[in-house]
């Protein structure tokens, strides 16, 4: 069974910065892409950026200019570096990969557990 490995939440100052990063392991074939969506409480879970395993990246228009999407696909790890943190930006980061595994035909997406950021003002 595939696993998404994140760490790297926490709790920051307004300001301050974070860096989270998300391993998948077991039974990978091949990565599409892989990305990072978020949870408010009382709110739905919303992207906020992808990357192709070319480099294509996306963003939510909230974290443009502050945060930064990578992927080292050696390690089949994606990082986010996340600057200029706000309030808003709490929540509970979901890590997401769209990828093949080993003896299948078929691409699935699959979550990570979640790792709480903390935002203070």
């Known amino acids: 069974q595939v696993q998404l490995v994140e760490s790297g939440g926490g709790l920051v100052q307004a300001g301050g910065s974070l860096r989270l990063s998300c391993a998948a392991s077991?039974?990978?074939?091949?990565?599409?892409?892989m990305g990072w969506y978020r949870q408010a409480p009382g709110k739905q879970r919303e992207l906020v950026a992808t990357i192709t395993s070319g480099g294509n990246t996306n963003y939510a228009d909230s974290v443009k200019g502050r945060f930064t999407i990578s992927m080292d696909n050696a390690k089949s790890t994606v990082y986010l570096q996340m600057n200029g943190l706000k309030p808003e930006d709490t929540g509970v980061y979901y890590c997401?990969?769209?990828?093949?595994?080993?003896?299948?035909?078929?691409?699935?997406?699959?979550w990570g557990q979640g790792t709480q950021v903390t935002v203070s003002s």
């Open positions: 997401n990969a769209n990828l093949r595994r080993l003896a299948t035909t078929r691409w699935a997406d699959y």
């Open positions: 077991r039974s990978i074939f091949s990565i599409n892409a």
